[in-house]
């Protein structure tokens, strides 16, 4: 290998370059760099803040979940139903099948139109009821699904009692053809 012109003279004057020592103001100046970058506090600054910001969005997200299904559950009577009792959906789907069952019977009769405002008024209670479940205090949902199974007791009752008197006064009852629709 060749060596060229520059690379001979170093190598032939390397005493010469050798005797210059710095001073020790560059090598202060030096160690004070190195201890410069040694020391990272804004770095665990930044990371304790990032870890804080983290830890408060997670308990942020959490907590509005949390109220966001408190009040879905308190809003949904159906839910708070099926913790207070969990029959009632059976005994609801009861009876109104039965109600259902002897409106059916009862417009064959032509009812008068009192009768099934009277029934849209329970309906409405049922309604109301339900509403009342929503914002009932502890405790007193067990009393108002008794109300309402009462409710929807009387009004099968009341059906009952209304059939019976339509089939005694009037014993023939209208005869639908198969075009005509009952609604309930």
Do not use: H
Request: proline share 4%.
């Amino acid at each position: 290998m060749q060596r060229d012109e520059l690379e001979n003279f170093v190598l032939d004057n390397r005493e010469a370059f050798d005797d210059a020592i710095p001073s020790l103001k560059v090598w202060a100046d030096i160690d004070r760099e190195l201890s410069k970058r040694s020391v990272s506090k804004p770095l665990t600054f930044q990371r304790f803040f990032k870890v804080a910001a983290a830890v408060a969005a997670i308990l942020v997200v959490g907590g509005f979940g949390g109220s966001m299904f408190t009040r879905w559950q308190q809003a949904n009577p159906v839910a708070i139903i099926e913790q207070v009792n969990p029959e009632y959906l059976e005994l609801e789907q009861y009876y109104r099948q039965q109600i259902s069952t002897k409106v059916q019977q009862l417009a064959r009769y032509e009812p008068n139109g009192s009768f099934m405002s009277d029934m849209k008024k329970m309906d409405q209670v049922m309604a109301e009821l339900k509403e009342e479940l929503c914002v009932a205090p502890k405790g007193q949902e067990e009393e108002i699904i008794a109300t309402m199974i009462q409710t929807y007791q009387t009004k099968v009752a009341i059906l009952e009692r209304v059939l019976e008197q339509m089939r005694t006064s009037k014993p023939q009852p209208k005869k639908t053809t198969s075009n005509e629709e009952v609604s309930l």
